[in-house]
């Protein structure tokens, strides 16, 4: 089974400056055959469901703002919020779905204002 | 636009049953699989599993295989699950999702609102 560990569990950070957060895979979620990670990451907002914000460990979603940028590879990922805005203030949560047999989440990192 | 509007929240006692259901919109319903995910209140995300809205076919994870049945009604595109002998530890929201539709399933990009699920005596 996968195993999902995020890093940190709480950030806060000033408004403006720079967030990140880190996503790390038990098993690698590199499939070799396509060079592509199976990672994605979501944001929530309390009463929300998640918003899906990067899929393939970096390709950004469609409307998402460019200052939240994924990287990483194998086993280890990152997001980064570049320039941290009061409507960022969310959980987000790290996913592999290398399978739809074993899919699994983090627990999630809990950003806020400083 | 790709819409899925869930039923509203329950409150049952232990040893209960209940169904939630996932209305689909903006799209061929019979052309894209239906997942199940689950959050307990202040918890992280759990994966359920999914029906096939084609075939009917489900996959369900693991602890999610003795109580809990995905089912469909394709004149309406709506997909359903039900949960039954209900204990305390079933609180929480469930929510269905939709993948993005390509080769690759498990990438969640629409999702309904999510249905609270309360088990109290």
């Known amino acids: 089974d996968f195993v999902m560990t995020q890093s940190p569990d709480s950030l806060a950070v000033s408004l403006g400056e720079r967030a990140a957060m880190n996503c790390k895979s038990s098993?690698?979620?590199?499939?070799?055959?396509?060079?592509?990670?199976?990672l994605a990451w979501y944001q929530q907002k309390p009463g929300q469901p998640p918003k899906l914000l990067i899929s393939w460990a970096s390709t950004r979603e469609s409307g998402v703002p460019d200052r939240f940028s994924g990287s990483g590879s194998g086993t280890d990922f990152t997001l980064t919020i570049s320039s941290l805005q009061a409507e960022d203030v969310a959980v987000y949560y790290c996913q592999q779905y290398f399978t739809t047999s074993s899919v699994t989440f983090g627990g999630g990192t809990r950003v806020e204002i400083k | 636009q790709v819409r899925l509007v869930q039923s509203g929240s329950e409150l049952e006692e232990p040893g209960a049953s209940v169904t939630v259901s996932c209305k689909a919109s903006g799209y061929t319903f019979t052309d894209h699989a239906v997942y199940w995910l689950r959050q307990a209140p202040g918890q992280g995300l759990e994966y359920m599993g999914w029906i096939n809205t084609n075939t009917g076919g489900t996959f369900y994870a693991q602890g999610f295989r003795r109580r809990f049945v995905f089912s469909l009604d394709t004149s309406v595109s709506t997909a359903y699950l039900q949960i039954s002998d209900l204990s305390v530890e079933d609180s929480a929201v469930y929510y269905c999702a939709r993948d993005s539709g390509g080769i690759v399933g498990g990438i969640f990009v629409y999702w309904g609102q999510g249905t609270l699920v309360t088990v109290s005596a």
């Open positions: 098993q690698t979620v590199l499939y070799h055959a396509n060079n592509k990670n199976y």
